[in-house]
C-alpha cells in the first residue's frame, strides 16, 4: 500500500476513535467553525529563486486567508475531553508574490490549501455558569494541495503533500453555545513534487524537490450543540 495512504488512514483512524469510544451517557459535542487564516514565518515569505536553491526551501507568499472546521468532542471527566477534527484552510497568493508574474491575464498564480485531521486533549475551566475558558493541543496529519501555476498550455501541477501536523489553540465559550479562539498549526516541512509530463523543464523547476514550511496562525468563532 502507498506509503501516503498509509499516513492519511492512520491520520483518519486516529480521528474516529474518540466516536468509537462514546455512548449514549456520555457528554459529547458537535462543533463548527469559521476561520481567518494568518500564514506565518517561511509560508508568508516571498523567497527568490536564488534563495530557494541555497537554502533548498519552497517559495511561498502566502496571504491571510479562510477556512471552515469541523470538530466532534467527548468529554470523559468534568474538565477534559477527547477531541477528532477536519479543518479546510485556504491562503491566497501575497501582493508581492504576485509581483513575480507578469501582468499576462492568462497567467495564474499559486493559491493554497491545507486539509489537517487532527485528535488530542481539551482542557475545560468554568468560570462560571456561561462562560469559560479552555486550552487544548492535538496532533495527526495535513494534506496541502499547491493549485496549478504558470499560463495557458504552460501550467504547472503540484502533487498532493502530506505531513505531520501539531496544533495548540485556546479560547472561550459563551453560553455553552460560542466559542472564540485562537490557534497556531504547525503543519511542518513536506517535499514539494511536480506531476509529471505537466511542465517542459520538470526537472529544473526552482520549486521541484524543495521542501516548503508551513505554519498558520487562525482566529474562529464557533457554534457548538
Known amino acids: 500500500m502507498n506509503k501516503k495512504i498509509k499516513i492519511l488512514l492512520f491520520g483518519t483512524l486516529l480521528c474516529i476513535l474518540p466516536l468509537l469510544a462514546a455512548n449514549a451517557q456520555d457528554v459529547y459535542r458537535h462543533e463548527i467553525k469559521a476561520y481567518g487564516c494568518l500564514p506565518l514565518g517561511k509560508f508568508a515569505k ?45 491562503n491566497p497568493c501575497s501582493a508581492e508574490r504576485k509581483k513575480n508574474f507578469s501582468n499576462n491575464s492568462n497567467e495564474t498564480p499559486p493559491q493554497y490549501l491545507n486539509i489537517p485531521i487532527t485528535f488530542g486533549l481539551n482542557l ?71 506531476k509529471e509530463g505537466y511542465t517542459d523543464e520538470l526537472s529544473i523547476h526552482p520549486s521541484n524537490g524543495l521542501r516548503r514550511n508551513m505554519l498558520i496562525g487562525t482566529v474562529h468563532l464557533g457554534y457548538t450543540f
Open 46 to 90: 516571498n523567497t527568490q529563486t536564488e534563495e530557494m536553491i541555497e537554502n533548498k526551501e519552497a517559495a511561498s507568499g502566502a496571504a491571510f486567508g479562510t477556512g471552515i472546521g469541523y470538530r466532534y468532542s467527548w468529554q470523559f471527566s468534568w474538565n477534559l475531553e477527547l477531541f477528532a477534527g477536519i479543518d479546510f484552510f485556504w
Open 124 to 194: 475545560i475551566s468554568p468560570l462560571e455558569e456561561n462562560f469559560c475558558w479552555y486550552f487544548n493541543v492535538g496532533a495527526g496529519v495535513n494534506m496541502n494541495k499547491t493549485t496549478s501555476t504558470g499560463w495557458i498550455d504552460h501550467e504547472t501541477y503540484f502533487k498532493l503533500g502530506f505531513s505531520p501536523v501539531i496544533n495548540a489553540s485556546a479560547g472561550i465559550t459563551i453560553f455553552k453555545h460560542y466559542t472564540f479562539g485562537f490557534t497556531v498549526e504547525t503543519l511542518t516541512s513536506f517535499e514539494v513534487k511536480l
